[in-house]
């Protein structure tokens, strides 16, 4: 049973590029969390996908946008990256939205120069 | 609103002694509290899981935490550290009641265990 996969696993950017992230659930898994944790703080919550629509947000700028497939697996979009957008983005899979454990796939860590 | 305060940025144990790791929230409604361990360069593992059932949660590898609910508090603790919890450990919040609700993250404490 394959856990959450994250692809690429490091990318290197320069400023002002746009970028895509992707990840794909852990089997049985429906709903899709993105979250971006910089270096030495905890993860911050970006956005959450369930069938097919973003349901939650976090605070982050409408650079960052996504999708969710049918087949569960989602995408994370940057745009116009900055400086300040190196981090590692998490994906995190859950069966449904609410009070369930969400489970992580290893990361996709950006640097931007 | 939801919030969560891990307390010590750092924490630093002789191996063989206890680990205590602590954790307060604030919660509009009655949470749902998670512990996750994160090793060098390796994604997150979820340690244990509170959703309102027995107030002493046992997780993965020994560890444990006790929701507290007058103290706000959901402290991880292990009888004995091994050089092997080294590790940067998160305590979540999930007031999870709408799908509004969002999943908080602590902001982190590093567990050192000296020989």
């Known amino acids: 049973d394959a856990g959450v996969t994250q692809s690429p696993t490091h990318l290197i950017k320069t400023r002002g590029q746009q970028v895509t992230l992707r990840c794909s659930p852990k089997s049985g898994h429906d709903t899709v969390s993105w979250y971006q944790q910089a270096l030495g703080q905890g993860p911050q919550f970006i956005f959450q996908?369930?069938?097919?629509?973003?349901?939650q947000r976090g605070n982050f700028p409408d650079r960052f946008s996504g999708h969710q497939f049918p087949n569960y697996s989602s995408e994370l979009n940057v745009n116009a990256l900055l400086l300040g957008d190196s981090a590692l983005y998490l994906c995190a899979s859950s069966l449904g939205q609410i009070r369930k454990t969400q489970y992580f796939g290893p990361g996709t860590r950006l640097l931007v120069l | 609103a939801q919030s969560v305060t891990q307390l010590d940025s750092h924490v630093s144990v002789s191996e063989g002694t206890p680990v205590l790791l602590r954790c307060n929230y604030s919660?509009?409604?009655?949470?749902?509290l998670f512990w996750y361990v994160q090793h060098p360069n390796k994604g997150l593992q979820l340690l244990l899981k509170?959703?309102?059932?027995?107030?002493l949660v046992k997780g993965i590898n020994g560890f444990e935490a006790e929701f507290k609910k007058s103290e706000t508090s959901f402290h991880l603790t292990k009888p004995s550290a091994h050089m092997s919890d080294a590790a940067e450990y998160f305590c979540?919040?999930?007031?999870?009641?709408?799908?509004?609700?969002?999943?908080?993250f602590g902001s982190g404490t590093r567990l050192s265990i000296r020989p």
């Open positions: 979540v919040v999930s007031d999870g009641y709408s799908s509004a609700s969002k999943i908080i």
């Open positions: 919660s509009s409604y009655s949470p749902s």
């Open positions: 996908y369930y069938e097919e629509e973003e349901r």
């Open positions: 509170y959703t309102s059932a027995a107030t």
